[in-house]
């Protein structure tokens, strides 16, 4: 990389925390942080899945360690976050990856709104939205005492319109684009003018959490699946490492004065009116 490159993208030694470490999107983003020199803690209530995710980053040449994390209770949290500076000896980036959906909290011809069970739609919000704050603050304040940070948000196309079925995770999405502004101002205002909060919103990429709602089990498309591919311009599904070149983007130099900013990464689908 030449230096003029180095100087707008370079994260070399840098120490990231990925929430939901153990996922297909936040595996994703740590193998290509791990290859530009980030050292990144896998963060997962499932520590199996995390440390599998941390083997596949150190196979590809980086530093990761796992680390078994509920984001829904923050002395889990606070510990997390002491777990990965006595390992590394700070924190530079959290990326808040944890959240989800869940088949109780969809409605569907067998699940009417009215039936919705209320601690499934709770879960479901609970995870996404609350499992983004408590993170934000046992990681946020190791950024304020050092005043220099980076906090990536994940939210959703659900935060731009509200996707059928999926009410707790519409609502949930939409309440982390607008947390994600709140803390950036938050931040900016009463800690630290070094320390930035920005957010990635994926469009749709399969994962486990959405896969019963857009494919079949023979792996065809269910009418969801395939009408949200007739309303994404580019005739596809997202692949995960297409998240990677604007996760860079936000964390590097060369967006020092991103701040608040929610970035669609969606194949068109936000920009699509239907017709």
């Known amino acids: 990389m030449s230096n003029y490159l180095s100087e707008l993208f370079g994260l070399e030694g840098k120490v990231a925390a990925l929430t939901g470490g153990g996922g297909?999107?936040?595996?994703?983003?740590?193998?290509?942080?791990?290859?530009?020199?980030?050292?990144?803690?896998?963060?997962?209530?499932?520590?199996?899945?995390?440390?599998?995710?941390a083997d596949q980053v150190k196979e590809a040449g980086g530093e990761a360690i796992a680390i078994k994390c509920d984001v829904l209770d923050k002395s889990s949290c606070e510990?997390?976050?002491?777990?990965?500076v006595e390992a590394f000896g700070t924190v530079d980036?959290?990326?808040n990856g944890a959240g989800g959906n869940k088949k109780e909290a969809t409605?569907?011809?067998?699940?009417?709104?009215?039936?919705?069970?209320?601690?499934?739609?709770?879960?479901?919000?609970?995870?996404?939205?609350?499992?983004?704050?408590?993170?934000?603050?046992?990681?946020?304040?190791i950024m304020v005492e050092k005043d220099d940070g980076n906090i990536i948000n994940i939210s959703s196309m659900s935060a731009f319109h509200p996707l059928t079925k999926v009410?707790?995770?519409?609502?949930?999405?939409?309440?982390?684009?607008?947390?994600?502004?709140?803390?950036?101002?938050?931040?900016?205002?009463?800690?630290?003018k070094k320390i930035r909060v920005n957010a990635l919103a994926p469009g749709f990429f399969l994962t486990e959490q959405n896969r019963f709602l857009l494919t079949n089990e023979d792996g065809s498309l269910?009418?969801?699946?395939?009408?949200?591919?007739?309303q994404t311009?580019?005739?596809?599904?997202?692949?995960?490492?297409?998240?990677?070149?604007?996760?860079?983007?936000?964390?590097?130099?060369?967006?020092?004065?991103?701040?608040?900013?929610?970035?669609?990464?969606?194949?068109?689908?936000?920009?699509?009116?239907?017709?």
């Not at 510990?79 to 990965?84: C, F, L, W, Y």
């Not at 009410?167 to 630290?192: C, D, G, P, R």
């Not at 996760?247 to 929610?262: C, R, Y």
């Open 24 to 53: 297909v999107l936040c595996g994703t983003m740590a193998e290509a942080l791990g290859k530009l020199g980030v050292k990144c803690a896998l963060l997962d209530i499932f520590e199996d899945k995390a440390q599998a995710v």
């Open 79 to 84: 510990a997390a976050a002491q777990s990965v």
């Open 233 to 275: 311009p580019m005739d596809r599904f997202g692949d995960p490492g297409e998240l990677v070149g604007a996760l860079v983007w936000l964390l590097s130099p060369s967006a020092s004065f991103v701040h608040g900013t929610v970035v669609a990464i969606d194949g068109g689908f936000n920009a699509f009116s239907g017709v």
């Open 107 to 141: 409605t569907s011809p067998e699940m009417s709104f009215f039936d919705l069970p209320a601690d499934a739609f709770q879960w479901v919000f609970n995870l996404n939205c609350v499992g983004t704050v408590l993170p934000s603050q046992s990681f946020g304040k």
């Open 222 to 230: 269910t009418d969801r699946g395939k009408t949200i591919i007739s």
């Open 167 to 192: 009410a707790a995770y519409s609502a949930a999405k939409a309440a982390i684009s607008n947390f994600t502004e709140w803390l950036a101002v938050h931040m900016s205002q009463n800690y630290s």
């Open 93 to 95: 980036i959290l990326i």
